[in-house]
């Protein structure tokens, strides 16, 4: 069950949608190597945001593997899009959700954080 919320959500994120829409408002989620977001809302303001206002296209995810044991999925994907610059954003992921009644109250998000710096010094946000 909570292998196909996460499918869903990756179709949703793919056609306008957005994918962190299944995250419960008091969601942990650590980015590995980075640091721990206490709240959707702290996540998406200040650790997806960064990523996301320099982009010129939605970030289109392809899922490579999804695996599920009870309350955890484990997603691999990549993610690629047009930066504001015009120039393109490849990412890959690997992200660890654990579920409790549908929704994800934990994350561990594993990321080419070279490749989230570069863009970031790369391009401005916009004003």
């Given at each position: 069950?909570?292998?196909?919320?996460?499918?869903?959500?990756?179709?949703?994120q793919?056609?306008?949608?957005?994918?962190?829409?299944?995250?419960?408002e008091?969601v942990?989620?650590?980015?590995?190597?980075?640091?721990?977001?206490?709240?959707r809302?702290?996540?998406?303001?200040?650790?997806?945001a960064?990523?996301l206002?320099?982009?010129?296209?939605h970030?289109?995810?392809t899922?490579?593997?999804?695996?599920?044991?009870?309350?955890t999925?484990?997603?691999r994907?990549?993610?690629?899009?047009?930066?504001?610059?015009?120039?393109?954003?490849?990412?890959?992921?690997?992200?660890?959700?654990?579920f409790?009644?549908?929704?994800?109250?934990r994350?561990?998000?594993?990321?080419?954080?070279?490749?989230?710096?570069?863009l970031?010094?790369?391009?401005?946000?916009?004003r």
């Amino acid at each position: 069950m909570n292998k196909a919320i996460v499918r869903r959500a990756f179709a949703r994120q793919n056609s306008g949608g957005s994918f962190y829409e299944i995250l419960d408002e008091h969601v942990v989620w650590t980015v590995v190597n980075g640091r721990t977001y206490d709240s959707r809302q702290e996540f998406l303001e200040e650790g997806s945001a960064p990523i996301l206002t320099r982009l010129a296209t939605h970030l289109h995810m392809t899922p490579q593997d999804l695996w599920a044991d009870g309350d955890t999925v484990v997603a691999r994907f990549e993610g690629d899009a047009t930066a504001l610059d015009g120039l393109p954003y490849h990412n890959e992921y690997c992200w660890v959700l654990t579920f409790r009644r549908d929704a994800v109250v934990r994350a561990h998000a594993y990321l080419d954080m070279v490749a989230v710096t570069e863009l970031i010094e790369r391009v401005e946000t916009p004003r």
